[in-house]
């Protein structure tokens, strides 16, 4: 069966600090691969995407980046960190069957920018 | 253009009451709609989807949602709530290939005892 691996679970950071978020997934191959932010309050929005390694979208301008160095590894970064990139961080992975994808999400990072 | 909106920001029930939590949603494709639940501070969990077969759509814990498209419409309901249920919830609009999905700003949902 198929899991997800966020880490780490919780972090808190200095604004102007660099993040690193790590998102691993198990039991599956090529599987598209989805970076949320969920703020205080607020819905989830999707923040980057990515069919295969290498090949990362953008859905929002922002500060931060992403990157799928390995086909099960996405990645979320930044350089210097705002107040503002406070929030939950989920990661979730799908496989494209038609019109059935099913997005299946992480345990979360909880973010919390000082 | 596709968009969701979930109609209740909070719903509170008492236990052993029927849950009902609305989601309408607007897509110019023959969309596929989930609905997740989120615990405090956990992941997103899959409860149910509906992905144009049946409307009446059966998913986990005894929830179900009925797609209505005349009324573009996609409820969540359950006959009899549980403590356990007290979380938020979010319905999702998703186009083919689920690149373009839209969640609903969520709904909480309170079960009093």
């Known amino acids: 069966s198929q899991t997800i691996h966020q880490w780490p679970a919780t972090l808190v950071q200095p604004v102007g600090s660099p993040l690193s978020l790590e998102c691993t997934v198990e039991?599956?191959?090529?599987?598209?691969l989805y970076w949320y932010r969920q703020a205080a309050g607020r819905g989830l929005q999707l923040l980057f995407y990515?069919?295969?390694?290498?090949?990362i979208s953008s859905e929002v301008p922002q500060n931060l980046s992403a990157s799928r160095p390995q086909d099960r590894q996405f990645i979320l970064s930044s350089k210097k960190l705002l107040l503002s990139d406070s929030g939950f961080y989920l990661c979730?992975?799908?496989?494209?069957?038609?019109?059935?994808?099913?997005?299946?999400f992480g345990p979360g990072t909880r973010l919390t920018v000082l | 253009a596709q968009s969701v909106t979930q109609l209740d920001s909070h719903v509170s029930v008492s236990e052993g009451t029927p849950v009902l939590l609305r989601c309408n949603y607007s897509?110019?494709?023959?969309?596929?709609l989930f609905w997740y639940v989120q615990h405090p501070n956990k992941g997103l969990q899959l409860l149910l989807k509906?992905?144009?077969?049946?409307?009446l759509v059966k998913g986990i814990n005894g929830f179900e949602a009925e797609f209505k498209k005349s009324e573009t419409s996609f409820h969540l309901t359950k006959p009899s709530a549980h403590m356990s249920d007290a979380a938020e919830y979010f319905c999702?609009?998703?186009?083919?290939?689920?690149?373009?999905?839209?969640f609903g700003a969520g709904t909480r949902l309170f079960v009093k005892a």
């Open positions: 979730a992975w799908s496989i494209e069957s038609g019109s059935t994808d099913t997005q299946y």
């Open positions: 039991g599956t191959s090529n599987p598209n």
């Open positions: 990515s069919v295969g390694i290498g090949q």
């Open positions: 897509s110019s494709y023959s969309p596929s």
């Open positions: 509906y992905t144009s077969a049946a409307t």
């Open positions: 999702v609009v998703s186009d083919t290939g689920g690149f373009k999905t839209i």
